[in-house]
């Protein structure tokens, strides 16, 4: 299905075609492992995720290439101060983001390289960029050598930021301006430090990659020298993605990539968020307390491209969105068909199923899918109750399984999903203690007062069930069922 995508190299929405038709060469920048994600990290981390399964819903075949940055100045740093060496520290935390990733019911990538198994390619690049004149070295301690890129020589350099060169911010990520040629250059490979305590044999003497070339060299080693899609956040567009198109076009003599995506930024405010949030929220406490299936919701409630105001409204929008899709699923797995005529419902169904595709195709519009599917949801509770076809719970059913595999907002098991969801309603209103048997307890008095009509012992159990903010819901086959407020 023909896609659009708005191409930030060219600053326009475009139609997205793929080198090898229906095959999509797609890397996303991933994390950098020295401690646990944020819900900032998990934002571009379910972006990514989101194009992965759309582009595989709309019936491409995706390679999908998503790093964990494993060498890095933050990392060393806090293994030196464990005391233990950066590998193991960087190790523990590439497991710990993994776990994070399950939470948020991500797809697994292709492949998930690390720089630490690709430095062969990286010194091999850098090695190229040397060769056709981009790289130049400077002499420094022991006979070892710092690496430079040249940054004036790349006659396209800004064409991804749009950012001219003689208004650079200088000296990012550079130790040392003393022997650059220019001060945009910036650094290939640095030479190692007797502290950092994990460094690699090179031409030019032990030392460790700069950060740009890391995401170049694993590109061309598991996508090839051109790719068609390559992913980060807003703040990766300079000068990370500005020196990988540098970088790679400069050693491969090629274009890098034809369409770059980037997602906005959670925007937290400047005061701090109420309750037990505060303004830095790992994804790991999010988690315990209201699931990565609301963290999800919220992450993907508005388009990648727009800002995201982390609020509590925003969290009690994503876990009433949940709720209400898992509640459906609940109702649909449990729906038993009626022999009646809704032809014309099934059609309204197949003709929704085609308007979610649609919104996909359009720059992937998650909200925009998920109004129509709302509205499938909106038409399958009225129907309900006066009966459905085999063949309508047949389109619902397809309509769930796109939804599914396009955004991963729909899981296989909607009990599990809601006793989490009522948990989530506990924390998010601060009610506290362990009140689940009392609120049982006092729900099956309710329903023996009611049945004997002891309205006086209802009201009693209604104001402390208030009390305990629990809405209660009276179902038209008789049960009970309740949620916190």
Not at 351 to 357: G, T, Y
Request: with cysteine; aromatic share 8%; charged share 25%.
């Amino acid at each position: 299905m023909e896609i659009k995508l708005f191409n930030n190299l060219t600053r326009q929405k475009e139609t997205f075609k793929p080198i090898s038709p229906n095959e999509v060469k797609f890397y996303s920048c991933g994390p950098t492992t020295y401690n646990f994600l944020h819900v900032g990290n998990a934002r571009a981390a379910v972006v990514a995720d989101l194009f992965h399964r759309s582009l595989k819903a709309l019936g491409y075949n995706v390679k999908f290439v998503r790093n964990f940055t494993d060498v890095d100045d933050k990392i060393l740093e806090a293994a030196r101060v464990r005391g233990i060496h950066p590998k193991e520290h960087a190790d523990e935390f590439i497991r710990e983001c993994l776990v994070d990733y399950d939470y948020l019911g991500m797809l697994p990538a292709s492949v998930m390289p690390t720089v630490s198994e690709t430095m062969p390619e990286i010194i091999s690049m850098i090695e190229d960029l040397i060769k056709n004149g981009y790289g130049y070295t400077v002499p420094k301690e022991n006979e070892s050598f710092e690496v430079l890129y040249n940054v004036p020589m790349f006659k396209d350099y800004g064409k991804l930021s749009k950012v001219q060169l003689d208004s650079l911010q200088h000296g990012i990520r550079v130790e040392s301006d003393a022997n650059k040629k220019n001060p945009s250059d910036f650094v290939l490979w640095k030479p190692a430090k007797p502290e950092e305590g994990w460094s690699w044999d090179s031409p030019w003497g032990k030392g460790r990659p700069g950060w740009h070339i890391e995401c170049s060299a694993m590109a061309k080693k598991h996508l090839g020298k051109t790719i068609d899609l390559h992913h980060g956040g807003v703040d990766l567009i300079f000068p990370h993605h500005e020196n990988e198109i540098a970088q790679s076009e400069a050693a491969n003599g090629c274009p890098f990539c034809h369409n770059w995506a980037h997602n906005e930024f959670l925007n937290f405010g400047s005061e701090k968020m109420s309750k037990s949030l505060g303004n830095v929220v790992t994804i790991r406490d999010f988690v315990k307390n209201y699931s990565g299936h609301v963290l999800r919701q919220i992450l993907l409630s508005v388009h990648y491209r727009s800002k995201l105001d982390w609020t509590d409204e925003a969290i009690t929008k994503g876990i009433g969105e949940v709720e209400r899709i898992h509640e459906f699923t609940a109702s649909l797995e449990a729906v038993k068909p009626q022999a009646v005529n809704d032809a014309n419902e099934v059609e309204k169904v197949n003709k929704s199923i085609e308007a979610i595709k649609n919104e996909l195709a359009n720059d992937f519009n998650v909200p925009g899918a998920l109004g129509v599917f709302f509205g499938v949801i909106k038409d399958f509770n009225r129907l309900e109750k006066l009966g459905v076809s085999s063949d309508y719970i047949k389109a619902v059913n397809a309509c769930v399984e796109l939804v599914k595999l396009a955004t991963g907002l729909v899981h296989d098991n909607p009990k599990k999903i809601l006793a989490e969801i009522n948990l989530a309603r506990k924390n998010l209103t601060g009610v506290s203690g362990n009140n689940e048997a009392e609120i049982e307890k006092l729900l099956v008095e309710r329903t023996q007062a009611r049945a004997t009509k002891n309205w006086g012992r209802s009201d009693e159990i209604r104001n402390r069930l208030t009390e305990l903010g629990v809405v209660v819901k009276d179902n038209p086959d008789g049960s009970v069922t309740w949620s916190y407020k």
